[in-house]
């Protein structure tokens, strides 16, 4: 990939940036109380006595939430450890009602690990993962339903969140974007997080550095809160950069703070000052053993662990001859590549692919469908694309019968056959048309003959519209030579 | 049948099991006490009404023959174990109008087997104390004073007192650095701080989570190995407690001491020990000798540290547990122009003085800069007293030490009011039990010159409760206390 550089009069720079994302974690119950963890119910109806903070309370881990982190830990190529402990981030707010977070921090469960990104060029990179550690959520403040007050719903607090911690390993707001959309990937097909991050399951924090281009310093970075979505990620790095650089271009330094990125405008305004940085004041959970795993409970969660985005992909490339870049589309998420798999099976498996890749995606794309909503079926796509190859249909007509099928969802053997739709190989047939196009129109023979051979096209061309595309077009092709040159 | 209230709680059950008293007569009589002590200030929260309707069901299953462990006994529950519908207020402005929704797993277990509440009884505010001085309801006056109120120990003083002054058959208690041994010494009562991790602490308004423990205050050793069989037990919401089967601690009182090596610390015996508390120290070592006990001096080289990492550890942890009463969710609010003001004026007149001393040393010491020269340095030393305790075990099957350095001092002494650190010395026998997680029990040896109850503390390995009370128990029946 082509360095990305930010020319300025005075010089060139280069970004460096580091994500830091929180995973809501898909289970039943909340990581330390029994409470369900249902989005969207009336608000404070999921609370219980633990996540309410009242007195006398205490956390018990959830296993489910223990699990899920394993699994996604496995799945971004990362070291499970086998100790790992709990720890309080202390601080006030009206949404944390013990006033502290159970979090980990010293000893988080997962170590590091890597990701590979794919590129818009084709090439692909690793990113490093420093860590991912498990901790509670907060509930939510509601400030604007009234004017003097403020209003809690506690539904969310405690629900498990995985934080994923990267290396500053990203060197453009492509490099982001890319990496945020394979780890939301890799968590869907794992089903350990939504990875809806409109709906605030998966947050996103942003650290930007700028640093002259080739030059390995690190600078002071800035943080950017809660960019929630992977567009606003990239406009954030790349804004955010540029008011580094202006900074340093006038002979100014950057303080490190936390800021708050404005969707509206693009641009990012300080949030804190690192002189009102929080001290949270970090000790272990006494209310918590340490979280030891055994071997056998690591490799008994490896044995469940399925083929994830970048193992299909390649298995795509290799044994199924597609390109990257289809099987990459492909392999985004699970259900795709489920589909395609069916739809592939003991079929033309490039010719499956390319179906997919045009008419199927934009069927669904213009009636505003889900993979999973398809009227067309897996199988029923593998079944068009088996008349194709068996020479039934011709490719023409098989975009007719597509067009039935995503009306009707029937399937397309049924369709070409009630519509007498097949394919007219019958050369005496396609002959008999042939004559009569050529004895209806002796002007054009007469040119023909005389040089303008070109015409050929406009005789084939006739057939078929005679034959309603039926009529096999490679037969027609040599049938009509044939004919006008005798 | 004389005064039914200065039977001790098995006796009280066999009386009760024999149909000689009912439990409502007793419950009556026990409150009618209660009433006649109020200048004690033991109780926060009395419920005549609640305990004679639960005594009613207690006669009933007596009449049926369905009756519990301790079916019918009226108890004295610390007003730091949430009990359902109750008031429970931690001796605190700040919980003042309380009511959990909620009984405390210990509590439960009581209720389970049978006892009665009698009411919520007395503490320094969040067990912060060594003399129940910091209570927000007023200090409790210990029953063996004379001309001049005494204390009675703390943090646990409403619960000594109350067995002392036979206002319940026995009490719960809560121990975090000496709260349930301290003031079961000053009024002559028994009480045993268990093994960590023995008793559930779901429920119980939290100090340190480390260190915190119930237990029982009750008149005598047995009613101390009763009442602890019922609270103790496994939990599943207290990710702390332990999956140990519970002993018969009752019925295991008779076992020998001949040929047990008891253990004392010479740290223990610091240059200018009160003569008092050292004769009867030597006296108790004597009777277990002459019952063929091997008295052996131990070494527990770390002991000089312990009250600094307690008094790191402890207000540490305090100082994150105690965040949540912020006048937002339940409990006292104060109003304020902002969300940090709402903050500032409710803590700032919830809490009491000892309460906030402790919350700054907590935030302090796990502050940036100064973490690890204070907490983890602690941390660090807790692990060293530790294996001091697992050394000298090595050597002997039980410790036997005073359990505190002084007798019961007058209410608003002034050197323990004007440097808190003089009350924390108090608590210098005590603390390391608690940093090293084992069980302790204190039980009194006999009366100073000036009248006043002393204690002697047992310190067993961790889950030994058996050979603790075992032990106790000859000691009790040599020392022949006359309780009040």
């Known amino acids: 990939m082509a360095d990305y550089v930010i020319e300025t009069a005075k010089g060139k720079w280069e970004v460096v940036v580091g994500l830091e994302i929180h995973c809501q974690i898909i289970s039943k119950s909340k990581i330390f109380s029994g409470a369900s963890t249902e989005f969207g119910d009336e608000p404070n109806t999921n609370v219980s006595l633990v996540d309410a903070g009242m007195p006398g309370m205490l956390p018990t881990l959830n296993k489910e939430c223990v699990h899920q982190a394993v699994k996604t830990g496995l799945g971004l190529n990362a070291k499970i450890n086998k100790y790992s402990e709990f720890s309080r981030k202390n601080y006030f707010y009206a949404d944390m009602p013990t006033d502290y977070q159970i979090t980990q921090f010293r000893y988080p469960i997962v170590g590091e690990g890597n990701i590979c990104v794919d590129l818009s060029d084709g090439s692909t990179k690793n990113i490093g993962i420093e860590r991912m550690h498990i901790e509670q959520d907060a509930g939510k403040s509601i400030h604007d339903l009234s004017p003097t007050k403020s209003f809690i719903d506690l539904n969310r607090a405690g629900v498990g969140l995985m934080e994923i911690v990267t290396k500053p390993d990203f060197r453009s707001p492509e490099e982001a974007g890319a990496f945020l959309r394979k780890l939301r990937s890799i968590l869907r097909y794992l089903g350990t997080c939504d990875g809806n991050m409109d709906e605030g399951s998966m947050r996103c924090d942003v650290n930007v550095s700028v640093r002259p281009y080739g030059s390995n310093e690190f600078r002071t970075r800035c943080e950017m809160k809660n960019v929630n979505s992977v567009k606003f990620v990239m406009q954030a790095i790349e804004n955010e950069a540029k008011r580094h650089i202006e900074v340093y271009e006038n002979g100014g330094k950057i303080e490190q703070e936390t800021r708050q990125f404005d969707p509206s405008t693009g641009l990012t305004k300080v949030m804190r000052k690192k002189e009102f940085a929080h001290d949270y004041r970090y000790f272990p959970e006494p209310d918590l053993p340490p979280l030891i795993l055994t071997d056998e409970y690591i490799s008994a969660v490896k044995d469940e662990m399925i083929e994830l985005p970048d193992a299909k992909k390649q298995r795509f490339i290799s044994e199924l001859g597609l390109t990257s870049y289809d099987a990459t589309v492909l392999c985004e998420n699970k259900e795709t590549a489920d589909f395609f798999e069916k739809a592939a099976q003991s079929h033309d498996a490039k010719k499956v692919a390319n179906w997919m890749m045009s008419d199927f995606f934009a069927m669904l794309n213009k009636k505003h469908l889900d993979i999973t909503q398809s009227p067309v079926s897996a199988e029923n796509l593998g079944a068009l694309v088996e008349l194709i190859t068996k020479e039934i249909i011709s490719g023409k007509i098989a975009k007719d019968v597509f067009e039935i099928m995503s009306e009707t969802g029937e399937n397309p053997e049924k369709i070409v056959e009630e519509k007498g739709l097949k394919q007219v190989t019958d050369t005496s047939a396609i002959e008999a048309i042939i004559e009569k196009v050529i004895a209806d129109n002796p002007d054009n023979v007469a040119a023909y003959k005389n040089g303008k051979t070109n015409l050929a096209g406009w005789f084939v061309g006739q057939t078929l519209k005679l034959s309603q595309g039926k009529a096999n077009p490679q037969i027609v092709n040599k049938l009509v030579k044939e004919k006008l040159d005798n | ?484």
């Open chain 2, 1 to 484: 049948m004389s005064d039914i209230t200065k039977l001790t709680v098995c006796e009280t059950l066999k009386a009760l099991q024999n149909k000689e008293i009912s439990s409502v007569e007793l419950t009556k009589a026990y409150i009618e006490n209660m009433e006649k002590g109020r200048h004690y200030n033991a109780y926060i929260t009395e419920c005549a009404d609640k305990a004679l309707k639960q005594a009613e069901i207690a006669d009933k299953n007596y009449q049926s023959g369905n009756n519990r462990l301790l079916e019918g006994i009226p108890l004295g529950i610390k007003d730091l174990f949430c009990t359902k519908d109750i008031r429970t207020t931690a001796a605190s402005h700040i919980l003042d109008n309380f009511i959990p929704p909620y009984e405390s797993t210990v509590t439960q277990n009581l209720l389970n087997d049978g006892a009665v509440f009698l009411g919520k009884l007395n503490l320094d505010e969040f067990a912060m104390g060594g003399s129940n001085e910091t209570s927000y309801f007023g200090p409790v006056v210990n029953p063996w004073s004379k001309d001049t109120d005494l204390v009675p120990g703390g943090s646990s003083g409403g619960s000594a007192a109350a067995v002392a002054a036979n206002m319940c058959a026995a009490a719960t208690g809560t121990d975090t650095g000496g709260s349930i041994r301290e003031p079961a010494a000053f009024c002559g009562c028994t009480g045993i701080k268990p093994t960590y991790g023995r008793c559930s602490r779901y429920g119980i308004i939290a100090f340190a989570s480390s260190l915190d423990q119930a237990g029982p205050i009750a008149k005598d050793v047995k009613d101390c190995a009763l009442l602890l069989q019922s609270m103790a037990g496994f939990d599943e919401k207290d990710s702390t407690s332990c999956d140990i089967a519970v002993p018969d601690f009752p019925n295991l009182l008779n076992g020998d001491v001949k040929g047990l090596v008891v253990g004392v610390p010479k740290e223990y015996r610091p240059q200018g020990l009160n003569d008092e508390v050292a004769s009867y120290w030597d006296k108790a070592a004597e009777y277990l000798k002459a019952r063929g006990a091997i008295i052996k001096e131990i070494s527990l080289p770390h002991t000089k540290y312990a009250l600094a990492t307690y008094y790191v550890l402890a207000p540490a942890e305090a100082s994150s547990n105690l965040a949540r009463y912020d006048g937002i969710r339940y409990g006292f609010r104060a109003e304020g122009k902002n969300l940090d003001d709402l903050y500032i004026n409710t803590r700032t007149s919830g809490f009491g003085k000892e309460v906030q001393r402790r919350i700054m040393i907590g935030t302090y010491v796990l502050s940036a800069g100064y973490y690890d020269a204070y907490y983890l340095k602690a941390q660090k030393m807790r692990r060293l007293i530790h294996n001091d305790f697992m050394e000298a075990f090595k050597q002997c099957d039980i410790i036997l030490t005073p359990t505190s350095p002084i007798t019961a001092f007058p209410i608003g002494d002034e050197s323990m009011l004007e440097n808190p650190i003089n009350m924390y010395l108090n608590d210098v026998f005590t603390v390391s039990v608690n940093l090293a997680g084992l069980p302790a029990l204190s039980l009194p040896i006999g009366l100073s010159e000036n009248g006043l109850p002393l204690g002697m503390q047992l310190i067993g390995k961790p889950f030994d409760e058996v050979t603790v009370f075992n032990v106790a128990a000859k000691i009790e029946e040599d020392a022949k206390f006359e309780r009040k």
